[in-house]
C-alpha cells in the first residue's frame, strides 16, 4: 500500500487532501459555509458556486481518492447520490447493467425503480454464483454493479474473478466499498473501474452526517460531476467538513469496530438460541479464505439467524438498551436492526429468500464501545427470550 514517495494510511488519512490555508495558516480544515463566490476576470473561475464545487467539498475529494488509490473523486449529498450519478456516467440510455441482488435494499430498489425509467436495462443477478456473471456478461452487460461484502448477508464476491470476466467482455465493474472501507479493502487495485461510497457510514463514523464519494479514472468522475450538477446531489460543506473529521480515526475506529465484531461473533456462534452467524472473520464463514485474501481486516458488520422468526427478532430487539436498533451502519455506537422489515422490505419475499434474507435475520452493526458491555447486552436480550 506504500508506493514510492507515498505515505502510510494511516498518516494520509490525517492528512491526505489537507494543506494550511494560504490565508490565515489555520491548520484545521476550514469550512467554506457558502453558496456562491465572488467572481472576477479568471476564466474559468475556480469555484463558482457550491452545487458545482467547494474548497471542503474538495478536501474530502482528494483524501477519498488517495486512500482508494484513484486519481480523482467526487463527494456527493449521500450514497445514493455517488451510486446514481457513477451509473449515470457510465451507461447510456437503450444499454445493459447487471445489478447485484444481493445490495442495500434502497441500491435494489433504485435499479429496479428508477434506472428503467432513465433508459437503463437492468439485468439482476448473483455475483457470488460464477454462472450468472457469465450469464448477464453474455446478455450484454456494459456495468456491473456489486457489493461486498453483501449487505446484509456478509457474503463476499470474489472481485479479482469478476472482474476478470468483466474485463473478458469488455464490460466495467462498479464496487459499493461502504462497508469494508479503503483501510480494508481497494477494489480498485482487484480490478474495479470505480469504487463508491456511502460516507454517512464508516468514513463519518459518528453517525451525524449523510455523504456518498465516486473514485476512480479522472475523466469518469469529471462526468459523474456534470451528473451531479445537473441532478442537485451536491454535499453541504459542513457535512463535507465532519466527514473528513471522521476519515482522520478511520483506521483507528476499523480496528477496534473489527476487534468488537469478532469478540461478539464469536459469543454468538457460542449461543444455543443463535441459529448461525455470518462474518467473514470467523474460521466458520464458507468463504473465510477468500476474506483473508481479498480483504486486509473483517470489518464490523455481521449477521445472524434467530431460531424464532420476525416475531423473536423484535422481542429481542426490544430486550436490549446499550445496542439500539437503528438503520445504518459503520457508526461509533452498536446498532442493530432486522433487514426483512426495515433496510431490505423492498425486496419482493422471494428475491429475499434467494440471497438469503429470512424472517429470522438480523444485522449487526458493532460499535466501538466495550466488547464486554456490547455481549452482556446481548447476552440478557437473547436470555429474557426464555
Ligand atoms: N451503500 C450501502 C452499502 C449502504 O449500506 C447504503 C445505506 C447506501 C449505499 C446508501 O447510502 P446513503 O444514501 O444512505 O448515504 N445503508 C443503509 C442501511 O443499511 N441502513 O440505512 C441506510
Known sequence: MRGEGKKGFSTTAVHGGEEPCPVTGAHAVPIYQTSTFVLGRELPPRYV?????????????????????????????????????SLLALVEKGRKVGCSLAVYGGTYALARNLLPRLGMEVLMFDPRRREEVERVLGMGAEVLFLETPTNPTLDLVDLREVCGLAGEHGAKVVVDNTLMTPYYQRPLELGAEVVVHSATKYLCGHGDSLGGVVVGRRELVEEARRMLVLTGGAISPFNAWLIVRGIKTLPLRMERHSRNALRVA????????????????????????????????????????????????????????????????????????????????????????????????????????????IIGDLEKALGALG
Open 49 to 85: 458556486y457550491t452545487r458545482h464545487g467547494n474548497p471542503t467539498q474538495e478536501v474530502l475529494e482528494k483524501k477519498v481518492a488517495l486512500l482508494e488509490g484513484g486519481e480523482a473523486a467526487l463527494a456527493t449529498a449521500s450514497g445514493m447520490a455517488a451510486i446514481l450519478v
Open 266 to 373: 464469536e459469543f454468538l456462534s457460542s449461543h444455543p438460541r443463535v441459529k448461525r452467524v455470518s462474518y467473514p472473520g470467523l474460521p466458520s464463514h464458507p468463504q473465510h479464505g477468500l476474506a483473508r485474501r481479498q480483504m486486509r481486516g473483517f470489518g464490523g458488520m455481521l449477521a445472524f439467524e434467530l431460531e424464532g422468526g420476525m416475531e423473536e427478532a423484535y422481542r429481542m430487539m426490544e430486550g436490549l438498551e446499550l445496542v439500539k436498533c437503528a438503520v445504518s451502519l459503520g457508526d461509533v455506537s452498536s446498532l442493530i436492526e432486522h433487514p426483512a422489515s426495515m433496510t431490505h422490505r423492498s425486496l419482493p419475499e422471494e428475491e429475499r429468500e434467494r440471497i438469503g434474507i429470512g424472517e429470522g435475520l438480523m444485522r449487526m452493526s458493532v460499535g466501538v464501545e466495550d466488547a464486554e458491555d
